[in-house]
């Protein structure tokens, strides 16, 4: 069972609730601009934020506030998208669903986990908080909730031209283990277990 605060410093760290998808919305929306975009057909930034916020504030799929946790100091800074690998197919079921629906378009991106791994999918900081170790301090907290007290393993995705994103992870104890595709696009596929 996973705790659900940890406080370091100023900066607590907690799951997210239905009451910060507005700040969940906007911070993967950092992280995943261009993804979004191809997901709903359209260079449209409100749209893209838009769909984020329908589903950060739903239950059951992949990118609500049930499968995030948060960083706030007097607010919201930060949020972490991060799920079961095994759920991926369910959690992407209402997502195909609306996209469908809303943009006429049929969505099947790769699998961009599995089971066998915790993924994390996005996470974003807010830009005026960058550079402050935040992204750090929340990914070495998700390890010690994770990997190190519930023997899991976590995943992620890192793009080829975001070099210190790697070059952090791979300080954290995070390894190569392959690439992966999704829209397009090859990823390397990092785990720490």
Not at 11 to 26: E, G, H, Q, V
Not at 53 to 71: G, K, T
């Amino acid at each position: 069972s996973f705790s659900l605060t940890f406080f370091f410093f100023f900066m607590l760290i907690r799951k997210a609730t239905p009451n910060d998808s507005p700040f969940i919305a906007y911070y993967l929306l950092l992280a995943m601009e261009e993804i979004i975009y191809e997901f709903i057909g359209e260079k449209d930034p409100q749209k893209a934020l838009d769909f984020l916020l329908y589903f950060a504030q739903r239950e059951n799929n992949q990118y609500s506030y049930q499968n995030c946790w948060v960083a706030e100091e007097d607010e919201v800074i930060a949020a972490i998208n991060i799920y079961d690998g095994s759920q991926l197919s369910a959690l992407r079921k209402p997502i195909a669903a609306y996209i469908k629906m809303q943009h006429g378009k049929d969505f099947n991106p790769e699998d961009e986990t599995k089971a066998g791994e915790f993924y994390i999918d996005s996470f974003g900081v807010n830009p005026n908080q960058q550079g402050k170790g935040i992204g750090s301090k929340m990914l070495q907290f998700l390890i010690d909730e994770y990997v190190v007290k519930n023997q899991q393993t976590i995943g992620l995705l890192v793009e080829e031209n975001k070099p210190a994103a790697k070059k952090l992870y791979l300080k954290l104890g995070f390894k190569s283990v392959g690439f992966k595709m999704l829209v397009g696009e090859t990823l390397e596929h990092l785990q720490i277990n």
